[in-house]
């Protein structure tokens, strides 16, 4: 199970942390991805970290605002977002799987899904 939090509001430029707490003891058995989904829009892929944490992932749009982070001992991963913009806005997923690199950034390839939480970014 997956508990997505720290979602909320936030204005052009500032900065928001999510985290997503897992529970059971297979956490460090997964990579961890975030997602999100805007109204009227497919869910898309944001960040993605190995199980190992040494290897990341980002989709275009974020690249250089946002850091996905993990720490295994606590199951929980991050998702730190600097410099937000009103196309931010969205609900934001955590998601948990081994993706093959090519699926990485496919919704379809996490088995497990967090209940997402809203960011709302306004201008």
């Known amino acids: 199970q997956l508990q997505a939090s720290g979602g909320g509001l936030a204005q052009d430029g500032d900065s928001l942390g999510l985290s997503c707490v897992a529970s059971?003891?297979?956490?460090?058995?997964?990579?961890m991805g975030w997602f999100r989904q805007a109204p009227g829009k497919e869910r898309e892929f944001v960040a993605g970290?190995?199980?190992?944490?040494?290897?990341?992932y980002y989709s275009d749009s974020v690249k250089g605002r946002f850091t996905i982070s993990r720490d295994n001992d606590k199951r929980t991963v991050f998702l730190q977002m600097n410099r937000l913009k009103p196309e931010d806005t969205a609900v934001y997923y955590c998601?948990?799987?081994?993706?093959?690199?090519?699926?990485?950034?496919?919704?379809?390839?996490?088995?497990?899904w967090g209940q997402g939480t809203q960011v709302t970014v306004s201008s």
């Open positions: 059971g003891r297979t956490f460090n058995n997964y990579g």
């Open positions: 970290i190995r199980k190992g944490g040494g290897t990341t």
């Open positions: 998601a948990a799987g081994n993706p093959i690199l090519s699926n990485l950034r496919s919704a379809r390839a996490y088995p497990y």
